[in-house]
């Protein structure tokens, strides 16, 4: 399975977050689900997973946007390699 589609699938619900009023549960959930994905598919002491952690802390716009950069930069990193079947979205 290649890692784009839930990469993507996070990246785009940081966008629906964002369209969404920017709800503070919905951000939440999305922080949650971003980091569960990162530690999965990398390790929780990753360079990616450990950055997300430091600079994605409150509600806010803009670590909507770091947190999609740093997921960005994470397909980069992994998308030419296949993984096994992780499905990041079912934390």
């Given amino acids: ?3 784009d589609k839930p990469i993507n699938d996070l990246i785009e619900a ?3 977050v964002l369209e969404s009023d920017f709800d503070d549960a919905a951000f939440h ?3 949650k689900q971003v980091f569960y ?4 598919l990398l390790g929780p002491d990753h360079a990616y997973a450990e950055c997300f952690r430091e600079h994605v802390g409150e509600a806010e716009k803009k670590n909507i946007l770091t947190g999609s950069g740093i997921l960005t ?3 980069e990193q992994l998308s ?3 993984i096994k079947s992780t499905n990041c979205l079912d934390a």
């Avoid at 994905?37 to 999965?40: H, P, Q």
């Fill in 1 to 3: 399975m290649s890692v």
């Fill in 14 to 16: 940081g966008w629906h």
């Fill in 80 to 82: 030419p390699k296949l």
């Fill in 73 to 75: 930069a994470a397909r």
């Fill in 29 to 31: 959930h999305w922080k």
């Fill in 37 to 40: 994905c990162l530690s999965a």
